[in-house]
C-alpha cells in the first residue's frame, strides 16, 4: 500500500533530493494521517459513548488530536519549502523541526487530559458495557494505527524527517494504548473487573512520555546537536578522495533543515604545490560537495609538509607516543620549527568532548614529557580542541 500511494502521489519520487519531492511525501503522509484519524475519532468515540467507557473515548480523542497533528505537520512542510529570502538566506527549512516540537506538545497535552480523566474514573467508577462488534472495531484500530505508523517510519526515515517520524512514534503509542483499552474491556467481561481507570491512566502516561520524547528528539537539530558519523564519514570521504588532498579536520555541520545544510572543513593540501593550484582544486570541491552530496561546503586549506623526511618522520613519533598515551586523542597540523638550542613541535590535539580541564592538562604535559625523553631539544608547542562529532554509543 505504501509504495503504490507513493508511486501514484508523489512526483518523481525516486529523486528524494529535492525538496519538492520532500514536500510532496509530506503532504501525502499528513492527508493519509488526517483521513485515517478522523475515521478513527468517529469510530472510537461512537464506541465508548455505547460502552460507557471513558478510556475508549479519550483514545477517540487522542485519534482527533492526531489528525491535527498531520494538519500542523502539513503546514510545516509547506512552510518549510518556502524559499530563502532577505531575512532568511538559508531558507525556512527548520519550521519542520518547529511543526514537530508542537506535535510533542500537543501529544503531552492529550496524555495529562487522560491522566485527569483516568483519576476521576477511578473516584467515580462506572459500570462497563460489554459489545462484541464495538470490540472488533477496535481491533481493527489496532491494525490500521499500526500501518499508519509504519508508512510514517518509512517514509520519514527514506526522506529524514523528523515530522514523520514524530507521528510515527505517536502513532506506534496509540497502538500500545488501544491494545490495553481493550485488554482492560476483557477483564471487565472475562472476571467482572472495571479497570477503566487505571488503564487510562497508563494510556495517559505512555502517551506523555511518547510526547517527550518527539519534543527531545526534535529539540537536538534546533539547538545544534553534534555531527552524525555517517555524515562526517560521507564529507570526509568525499573531499578526501580527491586529488590534491592529504587529510581533513575540524568538520562542523550547521543544520538548516533536512537537506539543508552548511559545513565547514578544514582540508590539508602539500605545501610545496603553488597556492592557486590548491585553490582551484578547493573550489571544485566546494562546487562538487553542493551537486552531489547536497551540502554547502566551506574550506579552510591547511598547508602541511608531505616530504621532508625528519618532519614526518617526527610526526609519526608524536602520532604513536599520544597512541599510547590516550588511543582516543589525535594530532592535526603538525609544524616543525628548529631553533639553534630546541626544536618546537607545533600542532594541534584532538580529545573527546567530555574530557575536563584537568584531564586536558595532564595529557599535554605526559605528551610533552614523552617527547622531550626522546629529545631533550623537543619542546611541544600543543592546541587542545574537541571535536564536533557524535561519539558512538
Not at 53 to 67: E, K, P, Q, T
Not at 233 to 259: A, M, Q, W
Not at 279 to 307: C, F, N, Q, S
Request: proline share 3%; hydrophobic share 45%; net charge negative.
Amino acid at each position: 500500500m505504501t509504495e503504490f500511494l507513493v508511486k501514484h502521489f508523489v512526483k518523481d519520487y525516486k529523486e528524494i533530493e529535492k525538496m519538492s519531492v520532500r514536500t510532496s511525501y509530506g503532504v501525502l503522509a499528513s492527508i493519509v494521517g488526517i483521513f485515517c484519524n478522523v475515521l478513527l475519532f468517529a469510530v472510537k468515540f461512537t464506541v465508548g459513548a455505547l460502552m460507557r467507557s471513558i478510556s475508549v473515548m479519550a483514545d477517540g480523542f487522542n485519534n482527533l488530536s492526531d489528525a491535527g497533528s498531520s494538519i500542523i505537520s502539513f503546514i510545516g512542510v509547506k512552510m518549510a519549502n518556502k524559499p530563502a529570502d532577505e531575512e532568511h538566506p538559508f531558507g525556512h527549512g527548520r519550521m519542520e523541526y518547529i511543526a514537530a516540537l508542537v506535535v510533542a506538545f500537543l501529544v503531552i497535552e492529550v496524555g495529562l487530559s487522560f491522566f485527569k480523566d483516568g483519576i476521576e474514573k477511578i473516584r467515580d467508577p462506572r459500570e462497563l458495557q460489554f459489545h462484541l462488534i464495538p470490540l472488533l472495531i477496535l481491533i481493527l484500530s489496532v491494525g490500521i494505527k499500526l500501518w499508519l505508523g509504519l508508512f510514517n517510519k518509512k517514509l520519514g526515515t527514506k526522506i529524514n524527517s523528523k515530522v514523520m517520524l514524530a507521528t510515527s512514534a505517536d502513532s506506534m503509542g496509540d497502538v500500545i494504548t488501544t491494545t490495553a483499552t481493550i485488554a482492560s474491556i476483557l477483564v471487565f467481561k472475562v472476571f467482572g473487573i472495571n479497570i477503566d481507570g487505571l488503564v487510562g491512566i497508563g494510556v495517559s502516561l505512555v502517551v506523555m512520555w511518547a510526547g517527550i520524547g518527539i519534543a527531545r528528539d526534535t529539540l537536538e537539530p534546533l539547538l545544534g546537536e553534534a555531527v552524525p558519523k555517517d555524515v562526517y564519514e560521507k564529507i570526509t570521504k568525499f573531499v578526501e578522495s580527491r586529488e590534491g588532498v592529504c587529510g581533513t579536520h575540524d568538520l562542523i555541520v550547521h543544520n538548516y533543515g533536512p537537506g539543508r545544510s552548511m559545513a565547514s572543513l578544514h582540508v590539508e593540501v602539500p605545501n610545496d604545490v603553488d597556492i592557486e593550484l590548491s585553490h582551484e582544486i578547493i573550489d571544485r570541491i566546494e562546487r562538487e560537495a553542493l551537486k552531489e552530496i547536497g551540502i554547502y561546503l566551506v574550506i579552510h586549506m591547511d598547508p602541511i609538509e608531505t616530504k621532508n623526511e625528519e618532519t614526518l618522520r617526527t610526526r609519526k613519533q608524536v602520532e604513536s607516543t599520544l597512541a599510547e598515551l590516550d588511543a582516543r586523542a589525535s594530532i592535526h597540523d603538525f609544524r616543525m620549527v628548529a631553533g639553534e638550542n630546541q626544536i618546537n613541535l607545533i600542532f594541534d590535539m584532538l580529545v573527546p568532548i567530555q574530557y575536563d580541564k584537568e584531564h586536558k592538562k595532564m595529557l599535554c604535559q605526559e605528551l610533552r614529557k614523552r617527547m622531550h625523553e626522546i629529545d631533550e631539544r623537543y619542546q611541544c608547542v600543543i592546541v587542545v580542541e574537541s571535536g564536533y562529532i557524535a561519539e558512538e554509543k
